[in-house]
């Protein structure tokens, strides 16, 4: 018979990657400000998925210290594509230049300081977007996310077990928009820890 490990938590959480010292330090940025960021193993999850897509224009959309954007930066660079990540505050947008400029990451990536409700829906094309701002802006950003991603790309949707994410959930399994996959997730040092992510391609 079959058998699970006796703590899985404690299990995955062993097996979570490594976090190199530029991922250490802006997680300890952010979280001495209480801004809360994705973690290694959500991170790793984006730069895999730009990879295996063969990604090279990808939108972020909630930038903070830049802690999410390294590891889809990182992807941009290897694959000499751009990703243009915004965050509606000023303070955070300069801080996230800084640390990925020290990163190396300062071509690979363009910080935009805007109201993602705002953005001009005009050629977006994005391969990838990835959703990481407050959720009660998610059902009205699902418009914007679904305009700016060419036919085939994918959307990613962080925190969506929040309460304030249920009316987009339900819009993206039902809009007949994006095939949609919602997963409830134990993602080590994750804010919280078990959080749901969506995945969904542009039909
Ligand atoms: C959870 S943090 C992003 C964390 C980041 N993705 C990471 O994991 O490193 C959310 C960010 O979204 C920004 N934000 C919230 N609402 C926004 C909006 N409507 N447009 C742009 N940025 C927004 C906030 O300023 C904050 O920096």
């Given at each position: 018979m079959p058998r699970v490990v006796a703590d899985p938590e404690a299990y995955f959480r062993i097996l979570a990657p490594e976090r190199m010292e530029a991922e250490l330090d802006l997680a300890l940025q952010a979280h001495e400000r209480g801004v809360p960021v994705i973690g290694p193993v959500m991170g790793r999850l984006l730069e895999l998925l730009c990879r295996v897509m063969g990604a090279g224009r990808v939108l972020e959309l909630g930038t903070a210290v830049g802690y999410s954007t390294l590891f889809l930066g990182r992807a941009m660079r290897d694959a000499r594509g751009l990703l243009l990540s915004v965050d509606m505050h000023e303070a955070h947008c300069r801080e996230a230049r800084g640390n990925l400029e020290r990163e190396g990451l300062g071509d690979s990536c363009l910080v935009v300081c805007a109201d993602?409700?705002?953005?001009?829906?005009?050629?977006?094309?994005?391969?990838l977007v990835f959703l990481d701002v407050d959720q009660r802006y998610y059902l009205e950003l699902e418009p914007v996310c679904h305009a700016l991603l060419r036919p085939g790309g994918l959307l990613v949707a962080d925190?969506?077990?929040?309460?304030?994410?249920h009316a987009f959930n339900v819009l993206l399994r039902d809009g007949g928009r994006f095939d949609a996959v919602n997963l409830f997730a134990f993602l080590?040092?994750?804010?919280?820890?078990?959080d749901g992510i969506c995945l969904a391609r542009k039909k």
């Open positions: 993602a409700r705002t953005l001009p829906l005009g050629k977006g094309n994005f391969d925190n969506t077990s929040f309460v304030d994410a080590p040092n994750h804010a919280p820890e078990q």
